[in-house]
């Protein structure tokens, strides 16, 4: 498996943009889909943004469609989300998730899908 550690959350007001990153060391990054899950207190764990293994696919929530934006970068072994335009509702711990797979081309929108998954960390907007 490959090991992942979140950072840059942090407290923003609203409106505001933070950019998170996600490094992963071990196995062969670039064999990994990757994503972005958040976890709201009281909520499921959802899929925010995921990412094929060459980073030429990407699914967006609905709720964050053209403000957060994923990429990654396969020379680093890092994955990143933007974040812009912030509201409250974005409040939640941010979790990184890899999946090992064959395929370049999959993206995969459910935990359950997941092998590796980072500790996370907390994103705070005020309003």
């Known amino acids: 498996q490959v090991q992942l550690v979140e950072s840059g959350g942090g407290l923003v007001q609203a409106g505001g943009s933070l950019r998170l990153s996600c490094a992963a060391s071990?196995?062969?990054?670039?064999?990994?889909?990757m994503g972005w899950f958040r976890q709201a207190p009281g909520k499921e764990r959802e899929a925010v943004a995921t990412i094929n293994r060459s980073g030429g696919r990407a699914y967006y929530a609905d709720s964050v469609k053209g403000r957060f934006t994923i990429s990654r970068d396969n020379a680093k072994n890092t994955v990143y989300l933007q974040m812009i335009s912030l509201n409250p509702e974005d409040t939640a711990v941010y979790f990184c998730?890899?999946?090992?797979?064959?395929?370049?081309?999959?993206?995969?929108?459910?935990?359950?899908?997941?092998?590796?998954w980072g500790p996370g960390t907390q994103v705070t907007v005020s309003s």
């Open positions: 998730a890899g999946k090992f797979t064959a395929y370049s081309s999959d993206l995969y929108t459910l935990p359950s899908s997941y092998d590796s």
């Open positions: 071990g196995r062969a990054f670039s064999n990994y889909a």
